[in-house]
């Protein structure tokens, strides 16, 4: 059983609800209606005062001036929504809804309105510095592509959901920039470099679990900038060329074996010449020496035998 402290309150976030709006041609149109109403009111008043019927005058003018004002801050409940935007409406500091219907639409004149785009937003983070899994010091920036889905969490959750949204990011990127090396040594394992769309899907994972407080959903993101750091980016670029070499030399050792082994039995299926050990180990040397060699091969010509 979970005890709270006297005096706490557990506060229920704020989610987005529809608000009572209405279409506001009709609202326009009686909002027209009372306010000509009330200036006739006047001017009929003030006739009739002209005339000396006071009693009649004193009745209509304040009630004209009383229509034509209410007309008036009737029509300031009046609102245009454009497409891609909602309005966040709150009276006396309650929220009573969010209005996402386009077009002119009216609340509540004595309610307050704030603007809150929905549109696609994208944000660039500026090129930082952080180490890698291995302790590299590695450079990497990254753009988020994402959008309001919650305009009540994003009003009312936090303070300003666009900075919110930034530092996030960044935070982001730089704990999976540590959670990854830039080059992974095993094949196995995931990298930067190598498995870009994978990070990027991780990424975006984390991204939606620290900004969903602030009603916010991430669309897409991915790495703009990756690189070591210049201090020890001509070490990484040998370290990098190195395995290239490696790797190929492996594979042209692998292809030199076959090779080797395919004469072989070629020469001892058709019968070419009878080999002992000793002159295959040397056979298989030469081969090895011609295939591998990054120089073309010099012939010598042996006039005596392999045993002189």
Not at 28 to 36: D, M, T
Not at 56 to 63: F, G, Q
Not at 224 to 234: K, R
Request: aromatic residues 4%.
């Amino acid at each position: 059983m979970s005890e709270t402290t006297p005096g706490s309150t557990s506060r229920t976030p704020v989610r987005e609800i529809p608000a009572n709006d209405i279409g506001g041609g009709l609202a326009l149109l009686l909002g027209l209606v009372g306010l000509l109403a009330g200036i006739g009111s006047v001017v009929a008043g003030a006739g009739l005062r002209a005339d000396g019927n006071h009693t009649a005058a004193a009745t209509l003018i304040p009630l004209g001036i009383l229509l034509g004002l209410a007309s008036l801050i009737a029509m300031s409940g009046l609102n245009t929504i454009a497409p891609g935007e909602a309005r966040v409406v709150q009276l006396f500091g309650r929220y009573r809804g969010t209005i996402r219907s386009e077009g002119l639409r009216w609340v509540n004149p004595f309610t307050s309105r704030d603007k809150i785009s929905t549109r696609v937003r994208n944000h660039e983070t500026a090129v930082m510095k952080v180490n890698d899994a291995y302790g590299n010091p590695i450079e990497l920036a990254a753009v988020v592509v994402w959008r309001v889905e919650d305009t009540a969490q994003a009003k009312f959750e936090v303070e300003d959901f666009q900075e919110f949204v930034a530092t996030q990011t960044e935070a982001a990127v730089r704990h999976i920039a540590i959670e990854y090396p830039y080059d992974a040594h095993d094949e196995d394992a995931l990298s930067l470099r190598g498995n870009a769309e994978e990070i990027t899907e991780k990424l975006a994972i984390e991204l939606h679990e620290r900004v969903q407080a602030a009603g916010v959903r991430i669309i897409e993101s991915r790495f703009t900038h990756l690189a070591y750091a210049p201090e020890i980016a001509s070490a990484m670029l040998q370290r990098q060329q190195a395995g290239a070499v490696v790797a190929a030399r492996k594979l042209i050792v692998e292809g030199a074996v076959g090779m080797v082994e395919q004469a072989l039995e070629r020469i001892m299926e058709q019968d070419i010449v009878t080999l002992d050990e000793e002159r295959k180990a040397a056979m298989v040397s030469n081969l090895m020496v011609v295939l591998c060699g990054d120089r073309a091969a010099q012939p010598v010509l042996n006039t005596g035998t392999l045993y002189q």
